[in-house]
């Protein structure tokens, strides 16, 4: 598999799944939601595991998802899902006699039950791309002859008066709480549009071409919401973002990333908490939730690569080191936060893992990291992440290791000269000081280009090229404009710097810090205070009763 965006500097391609063999903190991390995701809840068991019971108020929704993770994680690592081909073979018993999930609602839509088939269509689709079983495909034409098709005309009509939508109810799984016209309205507000990407990634793998004015009919009534006064679900926005950059990679119209650049940016700004996770809602700061901080990094990574902006590229390494991975418990699955910055300095642990949802959107997150990690432009491979791994590019095999994000050294050793004129491009984000590159020992000559540092010396089997730039900690003003006023946040690269305590603690007026590599800490001059990352819970068993960790600053 590979994904596209071209944009005004190119074309930036990942170079497929097949041609990395990932390493590292991000196997790591892959293998435990692997595991996860093949205990007993994620089983093929009626009732018990992913196949949830008749009433179940998001019907497809779990299904999907658990799809979804399992057709991404054996792409993303060599080992096969032991039980999705049962989960398959077991789902037509379960669905109605048009072939999808739930009852059959129409003249009404249930926005609960299409955003459902939304994750739906999305996990048949990447099965059926990765392994082209015709019985998949089979399913994906009846959700979309069945479901999808009866919608056309209805869409233009999805409320979005906020005078008229539930905008202060809601927990941690949506539920229906009133209908208005031919709508059956969810407290998850806007996922009709989560429906939207699960039908323009359908219309690609099956060339339907008759669903573009369904698809053209819901993107107009997405781009007209007013997000914040609606306070539209975080999640469903992000992931109608991500339907924009897919309809335009399909279309070739360039409006669209426009239209999802100013949106994502509004996200930033009012939907982002201070360590990159995201608010469940915007203007309704309760918890966050990884699904949506998944989408935010996927949405924030394809806007980079549309556009050529870094500004993208350093908020996914801000969103992946701080969001994702502070997310991801223990045991592989993902949980919620309370939105730091909202109320007061600290991030706190709200509920261990969300295992309905989450946990399955992480395994997209994951595997997402390892297809963004290399990008090929014409004959250069860039490096816009990155992580330890084997890679074949240009008909060579490169080793890539790191002590990225700690410190900026990223190491290249060639296995397997490539093609001659080929080229390799390392990210410089903003943050980075003195660069240098090395070929075995020896300075070499290099050229920066949009924030990227390449080097075309041709490579031969046994080489290795270094490339280092100077890491130190710094301050950075939040974010947000809702957040507590006064404050300001610590990092060291992409990494926010925090440190355990219940009481808020104070820096100096001057703030001076020193990063000790080996501990992996920031010293804070004349104070007791030591920084550490905060991407480090799922080497811990923190009691989210007790875990209290301070990441803003008091300005004095």
């Not at 999808?148 to 927990?171: C, F, M, N, Q």
């Not at 997405?222 to 914040?228: E, P």
């Not at 926005?237 to 239209?259: N, P, Q, V």
């Not at 870094?310 to 701080?322: D, G, P, Q, V």
Request: net charge neutral; aromatic share 10%.
């Amino acid at each position: 598999m590979t994904s596209a965006l071209a944009g005004p500097q190119g074309s930036r391609n990942t170079i497929g799944l097949k041609n990395i063999q990932i390493e590292g903190d991000l196997q790591k991390r892959i293998l435990r939601n692997f595991d996860r995701l093949e205990t007993k809840r994620y089983q093929p068991i009626e009732n018990v595991g992913c196949l949830r019971e008749a009433k179940y108020d998001w019907p497809g929704d779990m299904e999907g998802r658990t799809i979804l993770s399992l057709a991404m994680l054996q792409q993303a690592v060599d080992r096969d899902a032991v039980h999705l081909q049962k989960t398959i073979d077991m789902l037509p018993g379960r669905m109605n006699n048009k072939g999808y999930f739930g009852k059959n609602y129409f003249p009404q839509c249930d926005e609960q039950q299409l955003s459902g088939h939304g994750w739906y269509l999305r996990g048949l689709c990447e099965l059926y791309e990765d392994r082209k079983d015709p019985k998949v495909k089979k399913m994906i034409e009846d959700v979309v002859n069945n479901l999808v098709l009866p919608t056309a005309g209805k869409h233009k009509s999805y409320p979005i008066d906020p005078a008229k939508r539930e905008k202060e109810k809601g927990g941690y799984s949506g539920e229906v709480l009133n209908s208005e016209g031919t709508w059956r309205l969810s407290t998850d507000i806007g996922c009709d549009f989560i429906f939207m990407d699960g039908v323009i990634q359908a219309a690609k793998v099956l060339d339907r071409k008759d669903l573009y004015p369904i698809i053209d009919e819901m993107i107009a009534r997405f781009l007209k919401v007013d997000l914040v006064a609606i306070k539209a679900q975080t999640h469903a926005t992000l992931t109608g973002l991500r339907g924009l950059t897919r309809y335009a990679a399909m279309t070739g119209d360039a409006s669209l990333i426009a239209e999802a650049e100013e949106r994502f940016n509004l996200y930033v700004r009012q939907g982002a908490t201070e360590n990159h996770m995201n608010y469940n809602w915007f203007g309704r700061p309760t918890h966050t939730e990884p699904c949506a901080i998944i989408d935010a990094f996927m949405v924030a990574t394809q806007l980079w690569q549309a556009t050529g902006k870094t500004a993208y590229l350093e908020e996914s390494h801000k969103i992946y080191f701080n969001g994702m991975a502070h997310a991801q418990r223990k045991n592989g699955g993902f949980g919620l936060e309370n939105c730091s910055g909202h109320e007061h300095a600290f991030l706190k642990i709200k509920n261990l893992e969300a295992w309905w949802c989450c946990t399955m959107r992480g395994s997209e997150g994951l595997m997402k990291a390892v297809e963004y990690s290399f990008v090929q432009s014409e004959n250069t491979l860039m490096l816009p992440f990155f992580n330890d791994a084997k890679i074949s590019f240009n008909g060579g095999k490169l080793a890539v290791s790191t002590d990225y994000p700690y410190n900026g050294v990223v190491t290249v050793t060639v296995e397997k000269a490539p093609q001659a004129g080929t080229a390799l491009a390392f990210f410089k984000p903003s943050w980075a000081g003195k660069i240098a590159m090395t070929l075995n020992g020896k300075e070499q000559a290099t050229t920066e280009k949009d924030n990227f540092i390449s080097v075309s010396k041709a490579l031969k089997a046994g080489d290795t090229l270094v490339y280092t730039f100077k890491q130190e900690p710094y301050l950075v003003a939040t974010h947000n404009i809702h957040t507590i006023k006064g404050y300001q946040k610590v990092y060291q690269g992409p990494l926010l710097l925090g440190t355990m305590s219940k009481k808020e603690l104070a820096l100096p007026n001057e703030i001076k810090l020193t990063w000790n590599s080996e501990s992996k800490t920031a010293a804070v001059e004349s104070s007791d205070v030591t920084l550490a990352p905060i991407n480090d819970v799922i080497d811990h068993h923190y009691d989210p009763k007790t875990y209290s960790r301070q990441i803003l600053w008091k300005k004095r």
